[in-house]
């Protein structure tokens, strides 16, 4: 995390004494995830905002003028930050950083970051779970996938005993606008709101308003690539509805006519940062619903609308509130879904991570309404460190279950619609559901854990136990209950390989459980070990794959109502597919839309080996490149480089796998571990994994993903295809063409000498 502490919000200083008083920066400005990081002792917020916005929401002060304070005052903050202004970043400077963290003697350990995984054994979530185990509460963001569907659980959220937090909607929708102006038919200027998107730096921009639809309830305005007579959009701002496609389609859509700034303006109240980085775009922005209509009325009516825009670092900005009509307090749409592969319960609960209101860098606005699991992460750490103060205990597994056991589970949501009836959103998608810090902090009935999973049909757990006990002053009589959430099928079909996008398909199935015993009565400082088993649901899919869930409910005497959520899958994941034959094939590195490559006659000209990298070698060479794409998670992924000519030499130094492939070996950097679904690509210059270069000659790629709960040893739990045959063959170095055209000469001169001496 980076924080811009000059900020008056956040102590104004860095170092002993001040608010963040600790941290460092291990990578620097100029770093992109891909170049070497310059580190540098001062974590200051210089170009990205996300880490300033984090630390208000935990520890903002007073003495601002929005009324906003941090949930944890009274708390010192560390920053380490390990993304540059541009980029990625890789899981050794995020493990070093957590090292550091813990080394410093953190209390706790937040993190704002994640990338789609699914799997608990991950680098990165492994060190993080071992810190959790040596004391150290951690708090990750679920991520913000939810488009995605189920099973997309985000590292390093998805570490065991991790706390992966997912966002709840706020109930209110805050817009910091920046102060802008428009004219209509030449009249008097008037001011209106704006909130700056990314890119986002308007510079002073005045031109006429355009919209591809006079249609203001178009829910899919401008997700279609506009008519032929669009005029040049180039000296226009394009004016567009939210809804249906994303941000990105739609500003795709627009710059391919030649836009290059682009106003969004809402469908429900307020506004949001519009997020549309697209090569040509200068800046986005978006307007309220209201102001966006109004727009639309006067260009219908044959009234030119000319915008003069503001930067957004030097307008003038004010805060207005709208109820939020569409999502409040439901779960965001954005947040991941879990579980992960090996049904551990992802998320752990929620917290309010949908449009909130924090402190940003003082260059880039000083304040801003952002959302995201990012926004909710900060609140749940926030609420640790109060837990912490209250309780007396810096325990990471008793805070999560005490937290767990209060959080209050929320109906499913959709598109603003519930279903009829009701039914609790999935534990997959909400975890324990939205923290009740007081709750929490003045509960006395404890349990011993936070979550139950009784795996998939085939691991199927039929039982667990856990313990409850009274830590009161009075004794307490306990009922027990279940509650169903909704059941979420994986997929669409019983033969389909990729899971649905969101929200998918719920349905009222719900588990029985039956409890032992059922209702007991505990005197102060008592504890009682409860049996819990569970009944998958009956009549349901099981090819497809259904998510169930539910809550057991414990319901106390002294008015204690607390809840633990449980999880299960109906079918077998080892049985479904993991690798998308019909996506995974051999394409051209320079060809950007990976076409696939049909000729078993194709020959690539490969850089010198080594020289990969070396510009002066990329005239004339073409890499291939494997395409392959996961229709679900696989813990394995290996390439096989297989040797077809009949060179004795090649084949020598091939072994056998699997009993029936020749491999050369697998291509540099595999085989990959713990993989998400979705697709990747790999270049390959003929470097192999032992850092030697398959020889010139004739080959095919076969790629093995192995299945979920698979044997790696076992051929038959892979899914395997392969490639069409292709050739490779290196272009010579300079060295190599000089030293070539040195033993042409000298050939030529022995040959001319023996011609002389006959």
Known sequence: MQIDYRHPALGGCFGPGCLVSYGSDLVGDDFNGKNTPVPDPDPVDSCNGHGTHVAGIIAAQSNNPYGIIGAAQGVTLGAYRVFGCDGDVGNDVLIAAYLMAYEAGSDIITASIGGPSGWGEDPWAAVVSRIVEAGVPCVVSAGNDGATGIFYASTAANGKKVTAIASIDNTETPALLSNASYTVAGGPATAFGFTAGEPGEWPDVTLPLWTVSYNTSDPAHGCDPYPD???????????????????????????????????????????????????????????????????????????????????????????????????PGYMSEFTSWGPTFEVDVKPQFGAPGGMILSTYPIHMGAYAVLSGTSMSCPMAAAIYALLMNVRGTKDPKTLENVLSAAAKPNFFRSGGQTPEPPLLAPVVQQGAGILQAWDAAHATTLLSVSSLSFNDTEHFVPYHHFSVSNTGKSEVTYKLGNVGAATAYTFAEATDITPMKFPGEITADFASLAFEPAEFTLAPGQRKVIKVTATPPKGVDVDRLPVWSGYVTINGTDGSNLSLPYVGVSGSLKAHTVLDERKTYLSRGSDEDNTPILSNDVTFLLPPQGFANDTR??????????????????????????????????????????????????????????????????????????GTYAPAGKYKLVVRALRVFGNPDEKGDYDVTETVEFKVRYKKTEEEKKLRRLRRRAEKRRLREMLNRH
């Open 617 to 690: 070698y990329r005239n004339g060479t073409e890499l291939p490149k494997l395409v392959a794409t996961l229709s679900f998670g696989s813990p394995l992924v290996r390439v096989d480089v297989v040797p077809l000519s009949n060179c004795t030499s090649v084949k020598e130094k091939a072994t056998l796998v699997f009993g029936d492939t020749l491999s050369l070996g697998q291509p540099e950097g595999l085989p990959s571990l713990w993989n998400p679904r979705g697709t990747v690509e790999l270049k390959w210059d003929g470097r192999l994994a032992d």
């Open 229 to 327: 007579d669009t005029p040049d959009l180039s000296d226009r701002i394009v004016l567009i509805r939210r809804g249906t496609c994303t941000f990105v389609q739609k500003i795709t859509n627009a710059v391919a006519k030649g836009a290059k700034y682009v106003l969004f303006y809402n469908n429900v109240a307020g506004t949001v940062t519009v997020s549309g980085k697209v090569d040509g775009v200068e800046a986005v922005a978006m307007v309220t619903a209201k102001q966006g209509e109004e727009w639309v009325r006067a260009m219908e009516a044959g009234q030119e609308v000319v915008v003069t825009m503001t930067d957004p670092s030097k307008a003038g900005k004010f805060l207005t509130v709208f109820e939020n009509t569409a999502t």
